[in-house]
């Protein structure tokens, strides 16, 4: 029985296009380890990476166009939208299906418009605590709210049969959603297809509670193995549609990247067969095995290794001569520490309190850490919105951008927060112990940002201790409201600003708003600016928020990172668009061009 086994494993891998030698396969890392592939329950930049490859959102960023521009990818054209932004109706494309699985029943399985109704009500089924709820409670889709609450107020499980007016398949085809709230922007969020992605049913229930290691889509790749915090394989899609590639470059792209897009211009799409993503958190292991050409590219060239590998922001001339390629490019993104402010230390929103969180932002040093841990790699930030955002500005000057470590002693004197003892260390006002926990990982780069950390609070006389474990441990207990401090990114899936200005609105709370920020003046601005067209009076609007939001100090907003990506010369075609998550579909691999141990 054995020996059967055996064979018949080694007759399944044979048979395996993915386990060809002659594959086309793009590998690369992940700098931190993903949490599961459910597009209702991930919101972490890696998980969403990855799941981006399987599954298919409504619509999707055409990857070379600037400004950046929305396209259909599984409708028959883009939705029709009311003057009013209330109404928005989508019509699939007929013809689209689902990666074969067992959940089928051995049954060819379409995409329909029902599958993105019952994946939209997903993200209300308390079941699957979704963290990107917000983005559809904001639009206030018509009874789905309602519903949710009705239906824990009963202790029931959600109702996926219960039909609400503002989320409807009108045909097999069609579905309408009809929004409380006029947003001009809404659609955006139908562009991103880890969140927004359509699931099958009858997968779902299949799989149950295992969801997270079970996706199913209908984008070029499905999962084919999975070792959790270690390896994500994805293979072709044997039912992906027929598809073309029919990409522009940027308008700033080189002859090259120009001459490789012309080359690939109606090719079937995915040109690859394979993607072999490695969890490798440290930084030092992963460049190095670029270096070796053991990936293929790298997302965000470590700040460790900017100096050597891009002096001055050009590609090292060693590097050059073996053919590597670079884009520099600044994030839509900023890197945050948040204060938990239904904590009894750091939150709050009494003076005190608003005094200490303020007087811990004017010690923290930018200056050093943009130099000595980000290496040069990042800007100043103002306030959330970075100026690569609808919203952001070159222009905008806040105190969150200060180091004044005297302005921060005499805050803290002022409001109470002084050394009773003499043990070198300040007391609460109460007299009671002032000690800040900081949640961090494991990692050189998180190590250095602890340094600094440290340096700066025990600069003006306050205790810190940091809290360390890994990424999805610290995500669990972040939105579960346990941490007292952690610093983290929030990256924006589209190119408005509406999504940092999320970060204080207190329908967010454990998602964007990871502070748990709750004030009513904030959620009135953060409201009337997402139904003004954009012009001067919403930007007047979105800085006024992000003044509140430097005046309460619920964040310490640190930086706007810059980061550069790396491909090996055999990556054809690799050009980065920063809302399109699945790039592995648009490049080519040159097994010609690479080293005789890759192919």
């Given at each position: 029985m054995k020996l059967a086994a055996l064979l018949t494993t080694l007759l399944l891998a044979c048979a395996d296009p993915a386990a060809h030698a002659a594959d086309k396969v793009l590998r690369y890392a992940f700098r931190v380890a993903e949490t599961g592939f459910d597009p209702a329950q991930i919101s972490d930049k890696y998980s969403k990476d990855a799941a981006a490859n399987i599954f298919d959102a409504p619509l999707e960023y055409a990857l070379g166009a600037r400004p950046?521009?929305?396209?259909?990818?599984?409708?028959?054209?883009?939705?029709?939208?009311?003057?009013?932004?209330?109404?928005?109706?989508?019509?699939?494309?007929?013809?689209?299906?689902?990666?074969?699985?067992?959940?089928?029943?051995?049954?060819?399985?379409?995409?329909?418009?029902?599958?993105?109704?019952?994946?939209?009500?997903?993200?209300y089924d308390p079941r699957w605590k979704s963290n990107n709820l917000y983005l559809l409670e904001n639009a206030k889709i018509l009874g789905l709210s309602e519903l949710r609450r009705a239906l824990m107020a009963a202790k029931k499980p959600f109702d996926y049969d219960r039909e609400?007016?503002?989320?409807?398949?009108?045909?097999?085809?069609?579905?309408?959603?009809?929004?409380?709230?006029?947003?001009?922007?809404?659609?955006?969020?139908?562009?991103?297809?880890?969140?927004?992605?359509?699931?099958?049913?009858?997968?779902?229930?299949?799989?149950?509670?295992?969801?997270?290691?079970?996706?199913?889509?209908t984008n070029a790749f499905r999962l084919a193995e999975w070792r959790r915090s270690s390896r994500i394989v994805l293979t072709r899609n044997p039912n992906f549609r027929e598809q073309r590639y029919a990409e522009v470059a940027p308008p700033d792209a080189d002859e090259r990247l120009q001459a490789e897009v012309a080359a690939l211009q109606g090719r079937k799409l995915p040109l690859i067969d394979r993607i072999e993503i490695d969890i490798i958190e440290e930084n030092q292991p992963r460049w190095l095995s670029f270096l070796r050409g053991e990936f293929d590219l790298i997302e965000e060239v470590p700040a460790d290794f900017a100096?050597?590998?891009?002096?001055?922001?050009?590609?090292?001339?060693?590097?050059?001569?073996?053919?590597?390629?670079?884009?520099?490019?600044?994030?839509?993104?900023?890197?945050?520490?948040?204060?938990?402010?239904?904590?009894?230390?750091?939150?709050?929103?009494?003076?005190?309190?608003?005094?200490?969180?303020?007087?811990?932002?004017?010690?923290?040093?930018?200056?050093?850490?943009?130099?000595?841990?980000?290496?040069?790699?990042?800007?100043?930030?103002?306030?959330?919105?970075?100026?690569?955002?609808?919203?952001g500005s070159g222009t905008f000057k806040t105190e969150m951008s200060e180091f004044d470590p005297a302005k921060a002693k005499a805050l803290l004197d002022l409001y109470g927060y002084v050394d009773r003892d003499g043990d070198g260390w300040r007391e609460r006002p109460d007299g009671s112990p002032l000690q800040l926990e900081y949640a961090t990982q494991p990692d050189?780069?998180?190590?250095?940002?602890?340094?600094?950390?440290?340096?700066?609070?025990?600069?003006?006389?306050?205790?810190?201790?940091?809290?360390?474990?890994?990424w999805p441990e610290q995500l669990k207990a972040s939105s579960a409201g346990k941490l007292q401090m952690w610093g983290v990114g929030w990256v924006g899936t589209t190119p408005d600003g509406d999504t940092f200005l999320a970060m204080g609105?207190?329908?967010?709370?454990?998602?964007?708003?990871?502070?748990?920020?709750?004030?009513?003046?904030?959620?009135?601005?953060?409201?009337?600016?997402?139904?003004?067209?954009?012009?001067?009076?919403?930007?007047?609007?979105?800085?006024?928020?992000?003044?509140?939001?430097?005046?309460?100090?619920?964040?310490?907003?640190?930086?706007?990172?810059?980061?550069?990506?790396?491909?090996?010369?055999?990556?054809?075609?690799?050009?980065?668009?920063?809302?399109?998550?699945?790039?592995?579909?648009?490049?080519d691999i040159d097994s010609a061009a690479m080293p005789e141990a890759r192919r």
């Open positions: 950046f521009q929305l396209r259909p990818a599984t409708l028959a054209a883009m939705p029709e939208i009311s003057t009013d932004y209330k109404t928005l109706t989508f019509r699939v494309k007929p013809g689209i299906y689902f990666a074969d699985d067992p959940a089928f029943g051995g049954k060819k399985r379409e995409l329909v418009a029902q599958d993105y109704v019952y994946s939209l009500k997903r993200h609400v007016e503002g989320l409807k398949a009108l045909d097999r085809y069609t579905f309408q959603l009809k929004l409380g709230v006029g947003d001009p922007r809404f659609i955006y969020n139908f562009a991103d297809a880890a969140t927004f992605g359509a699931v099958a049913r009858e997968v779902v229930e299949f799989y149950g509670d295992k969801i997270m290691e079970h996706p199913v889509g100096g050597e590998a891009m002096p001055k922001g050009h590609l090292a001339p060693n590097l050059a001569k073996r053919g590597l390629h670079m884009q520099r490019y600044p994030r839509v993104e900023v890197a945050v520490s948040y204060f938990n402010m239904e904590d009894p230390v750091v939150g709050g929103y009494t003076p005190d309190k608003i005094a200490l969180r303020r007087a811990i932002n004017l010690a923290v040093d930018l200056d050093k850490e943009i130099l000595l841990v980000r290496r040069g790699q990042a800007v100043k930030a103002q306030g959330p919105v970075p100026p690569a955002a609808y919203g050189a780069q998180s190590r250095q940002l602890v340094e600094q950390w440290q340096k700066n609070m025990d600069a003006i006389g306050i205790r810190i201790r940091f809290k360390v474990a890994k609105s207190n329908k967010s709370k454990g998602a964007a708003n990871r502070a748990r920020f709750d004030l009513p003046a904030y959620e009135a601005l953060y409201e009337k600016q997402k139904t003004l067209p954009d012009g001067p009076e919403r930007l007047a609007v979105m800085q006024e928020a992000q003044r509140l939001l430097v005046a309460y100090a619920p964040y310490k907003f640190h930086v706007h990172r810059i980061w550069t990506d790396m491909a090996q010369p055999w990556v054809k075609g690799y050009s980065r668009n920063l809302f399109v998550r699945d790039i592995g579909k648009y490049v």
